[in-house]
Nanobody, 123 residues
Framework: VQLQASGGGLVQAGGSLRLSCAASGRTVSNYVMGWFRQAPGLGREFVAAIRWSDGYTHYADSVKGRFTISRDNAKNTVYLQMDSVKPEDTAVYYC?????????????????WGQGTEVTVSS
C-alpha cells in the first residue's frame, strides 16, 4: 500500500484545513486508516482513525469536536477536516494504514505510512 498525504499549509488560528491521504497499490477496505502528527522535538502522536469497513472513528481528546476523519470509497482517500485550529496543532501530519480492523492509537501498530504534510497554525 502506498499512501500520499497532501493538503498541509499555513492557516490562522481558528481557521480550517483539510488533509487528504490517497491510498494505492491494494484495496484498503479491510484496513484501519489513521492520522498522526509530530511536532518538532516530540514523538509521533495519534490524532484520529477510521475503520474503513464500517466508518467507525476514534479521536484523540485534544482534537475531539474540532477534527473529523472521513473516507471516500470511490477515491480510496481518507480525509482529516481540521476546524477551529490552534497553534498547538502545528506539526507534520502523517497518514497510516493498519492491516488489522481494530483501531489502534500506537504508531507501531500501523504497517504503512505516507510521507507527511506540514501544518502550521499562526496565532
Amino acid at each position: 500500500v502506498q499512501l500520499q498525504a497532501s493538503g498541509g499549509g499555513l492557516v490562522q488560528a481558528g481557521g480550517s484545513l483539510r488533509l487528504s491521504c490517497a491510498a494505492s497499490g491494494r484495496t484498503v477496505s479491510n484496513y484501519v486508516m489513521g492520522w498522526f502528527r509530530q511536532a518538532p522535538g516530540l514523538g509521533r502522536e495519534f490524532v484520529a482513525a477510521i475503520r474503513w469497513s464500517d466508518g467507525y472513528t476514534h479521536y484523540a481528546d485534544s482534537v475531539k469536536g474540532r477534527f473529523t476523519i472521513s473516507r471516500d470509497n470511490a477515491k480510496n482517500t481518507v480525509y482529516l477536516q481540521m476546524d477551529s485550529v490552534k497553534p498547538e496543532d502545528t506539526a507534520v501530519y502523517y497518514c497510516a494504514a493498519d492491516r488489522y480492523p481494530y483501531i489502534a492509537i500506537h504508531a507501531s501498530a500501523y504497517d504503512y505510512w505516507g510521507q507527511g504534510t506540514e501544518v502550521t497554525v499562526s496565532s
